[in-house]
């Protein structure tokens, strides 16, 4: 199999281990942090044990050696740990999701101001759409029983966050940053330990803490390898699939109606998105194909 096909498998199985994320958080009945807990403690487990059988501590030592911009990319992926979890418990998933696919917005502002990259005018005209459609999905948290604007927030805290790792690691680009994945993820498991009690719902729920921090663990190692043999612009695209998929998921499964407004703000942004995607997309193969 070329490299190609092989990125678009395993990219698309990595979005869709991801997709169920949102429905354990609903499904497990804890405290949002006794959930947090579990799910960067087993899901950083996995990817360490499949790290340490690969390439043993080698990749551990390259993260260690990259400095502030590693260190920024490792703290920033343990707070989104706790910070998704609240933001799922606080408002409606599709609200979540929804503001989740604005990452590339922020990533292209802090490529702006930290790299010095220039914000080309097909993603001003994507911005523009997008703060539109968020907008909406704000305003439809007032008016929808689910949904609240302070989920609203832990949901934006995410994506900046993401978008803000995301640029830090761009400084670091020649050295995998795969191993900071479970250092991050068991980092934060130990840091909510300290304010919560997650031993006593472990009993009565322990399949739901393991399904979900295996799904995010098996999704983190796919997501890490896929996007290496496709392009960014591709990339993007299977990533917009969660954001369809989640909220249909949640719905069948829990009746979860996320409401009108979360809908035709989502349908705003996942559009904007789309059409810039797609866009970029054809605009990469027309330049392959004018150097060939």
């Known amino acids: 199999m070329s490299d190609h096909p092989k990125g678009l498998i395993l990219t698309t199985l990595g979005v869709l281990l991801v997709v169920p994320d949102s429905l354990f958080v609903r499904l497990i009945q804890a405290d949002p942090m006794v959930t947090a807990f579990w ?3 087993t899901s950083g487990l996995m990817v360490l ?3 340490l059988a690969v390439q043993g501590i080698s990749g551990f030592r390259a993260v260690f050696k990259t400095g502030w911009a590693g260190a ?5 992926i343990a707070s989104t740990a706790p910070a998704f979890v609240m933001a799922v ?11 989740f696919a604005s990452m590339p917005i922020f990533a292209a502002i802090f490529s702006r101001i930290f790299l010095g990259e220039r914000i080309q005018q097909r993603m001003v005209l994507t911005m523009a759409a997008v703060i539109f459609g968020l907008a909406i999905i704000t305003y439809g948290s007032s008016a929808t029983e689910i949904a609240s604007w302070k989920g609203d927030l832990w949901a934006v805290y995410v994506s900046v966050a993401f978008a803000a ?6 400084k670091v680009k020649e050295t995998s940053m795969i191993p900071a994945i479970p250092i991050a993820y068991i980092g934060a498991a130990i840091m909510i330990g300290m304010f919560c009690s997650p031993v006593e719902e472990l009993q ?6 393991v399904g979900h921090g295996a ?14 043999y496709i392009s960014s612009a591709e990339v993007s695209l299977l990533v917009l699939l969660e954001s369809v998929l989640a909220p249909i998921l949640v719905w069948v499964v829990i009746g979860e109606n996320p409401g009108s407004w979360a809908l035709i703000g989502g349908a705003v942004v996942i559009g904007a998105l789309l059409v810039s995607n797609i ?3 054809r605009r990469n193969k027309q330049s392959l194909a004018q150097v060939r």
């Open 72 to 76: 920024i990319y490792t703290i920033l």
């Open 279 to 281: 866009f970029a997309l």
């Open 49 to 51: 044990v499949i790290l």
């Open 204 to 209: 009565a729920q322990w399949q739901l803490f």
């Open 89 to 99: 418990a606080n408002t409606s998933v599709a609200n979540v999701v929804f503001i």
């Open 165 to 170: 790792a995301l640029t830090a690691v761009r």
């Open 215 to 228: 799904f995010i663990g098996a999704a983190s190692c796919f997501l890490a390898l896929g996007p290496r």
């Open 39 to 41: 799910r960067g403690l």
